[in-house]
């Protein structure tokens, strides 16, 4: 398969040096890194399609706030793809048509040969560029149901992509009832500038949070139009995607809460 970069991408390969790529494997996991320790993804070697890590699983929320029964006619777009977990599970486990968006070559080069990442094809397509760029193409307008944010460099610090402008550009992709997920570091102070930047794009009541996992990944949720459902309809919904998916969604609705109920638990532990 040749690979061609956006000028755009070619331009930021120039201006930055790309980290280098590597797997490892610890028993019956293999793990992605980007020239560090820091691991960046991670495939259970039996079960290449269903996710490993925690934070990633929670990034599968937005399933609480849509009807199951359109899953299939949706589109999910990931930026960052890291080993291709949630590529892979929306694509192969949801039936979904899906876009990822990488601006490594060799990341893709690694999630294909070594992390089952399947060819595109008229369902999947990744494509390589800077996410930023991508997203202000028109062809992306209001087209997106579930946007799916990882994007950190190789020592896994603070998000690479977190300003106001570049949420509004995530705004603007999704669909009516969109929702975007995002990986934030719970303990890093760029957290709350990255809530801030959110709140002001979405609006608070648009925005819902997981408690942060021992690791210290915040899981942040915002909707394009703001959806706060009782706990027994959420009970539900939660039921109904864990019969169906075999995601643990009951257990998350003790960790996931509207912002303004979850922010000071939050902050508590980030203070930690």
């Keep these: ?27 019956e996991v293999r793990y992605l890194h980007l020239g560090s ?25 937005w399933l609480l706030f849509v009807d199951l029964a359109t899953v299939g006619d949706l589109h999910a777009m990931q930026l960052g793809l890291g080993s291709a977990a949630l590529t892979k599970y929306c694509y192969k486990k949801l039936g979904m048509l ?19 990442l399947p060819p595109n094809d008229e369902r999947l397509n990744v494509v390589l560029g800077d996410a930023q760029d ?16 990882d994007l950190y460099d190789h020592e896994a610090a603070g998000p690479v992509l977190d300003s106001a402008d570049f949420y509004a550009s995530c705004r603007d992709v999704l669909s ?33 949070a997981f408690t942060p996992t021992r690791e210290g990944n915040c899981v ?7 959806d706060q459902p009782d706990r027994l309809t959420l009970l539900a919904r939660a039921q109904a995607v864990e019969a169906r998916f075999k995601l643990p969604c009951v257990k ?3 960790m996931l809460k509207p912002w303004r109920d979850a922010e000071t638990l939050i902050n508590v532990n980030a203070n930690r």
């Design 1 to 27: 398969m040749s690979i061609k970069l956006s000028k755009s991408t070619a331009r930021e390969a120039k201006a930055v040096t790309l980290p280098q790529v590597n797997f490892s494997e610890d028993g």
């Design 37 to 61: 320790e820091w691991v960046q993804g991670s495939m259970w070697l039996d079960k290449p399609y269903e996710i490993e890590l925690d934070y990633v699983r929670r990034m599968m929320a």
């Design 98 to 116: 899906t876009t990822a968006v990488e601006i490594n070559p060799e990341v893709l080069a690694v999630c294909r040969h070594w992390f089952k």
């Design 134 to 149: 991508v997203l202000k193409a028109p062809e992306w307008r209001h087209a997106i149901d579930a946007l799916q944010v």
């Design 176 to 208: 009516d009832n969109g929702i975007m997920t995002v990986n934030l570091f719970g303990r890093h102070a760029s957290f709350n500038v990255s809530m801030q930047n959110m709140a002001q794009v979405f609006g608070e009541d648009a925005l819902w």
């Design 220 to 226: 942040v949720l915002a909707q394009a139009r703001p």
């Design 252 to 254: 998350w609705l003790k």
